[in-house]
Nanobody
Framework: QVQLVESGGGLVQPGGSLRLSCAAS?????????MGWYRQAPGKQRELVAR???????TYADSVKGRFTIARDNAKNTVSLQMNSLKPDDTAVYYC????????????WGQGTQVTVSS
C-alpha cells in the first residue's frame, strides 16, 4: 500500500512563492506511474496542475506555465512543486497524485494541502 503525504502549503501574498513537497511511502515506479499535482478550488472541479508523465516528460496547466516547476527525486520517492508569482486564482487545496498508466492497479492521492494567496 502506498501513501502520499503532502507538505508546504500555507498563506502567501500575491506575487509570493511556496514550495510543496510530496513524499511517497512505498515504491512508485516511474516507468508505470505518472506523478504530479492537482488542485481543487471551492466550487470548482479538481484540475491537473503539473505532472511527470511515464517516460519523463512533463505536463503543465496553461494557467501555471512559466510560474510553477515540478521536480522529483526518484531515489527518495518525492515530488515537489515550486510555485512562483502566485495569484489569488491559485488558491486551492493541492493534492499529490500517482496515477497508474501501465497495467492495472490502484491510483493514489494525498490528503491535500491548502494554499491561500491573499493580501
Amino acid at each position: 500500500q502506498v501513501q502520499l503525504v503532502e507538505s508546504g502549503g500555507g498563506l502567501v501574498q500575491p506575487g509570493g512563492s511556496l514550495r510543496l513537497s510530496c513524499a511517497a511511502s512505498g515504491s512508485i515506479f516511474v516507468s508505470i506511474y505518472a506523478m504530479g499535482w492537482y488542485r481543487q478550488a471551492p466550487g470548482k472541479q479538481r484540475e491537473l496542475v503539473a505532472r511527470f508523465n511515464v517516460g519523463g516528460s512533463t505536463t503543465y496547466a496553461d494557467s501555471v506555465k512559466g510560474r510553477f516547476t515540478i521536480a522529483r527525486d526518484n531515489a527518495k520517492n518525492t515530488v515537489s512543486l515550486q510555485m512562483n508569482s502566485l495569484k489569488p486564482d491559485d488558491t486551492a487545496v493541492y493534492y499529490c497524485n500517482a496515477e497508474r498508466i501501465i497495467g492495472s492497479g490502484s491510483d493514489y492521492w494525498g490528503q491535500g494541502t491548502q494554499v491561500t494567496v491573499s493580501s
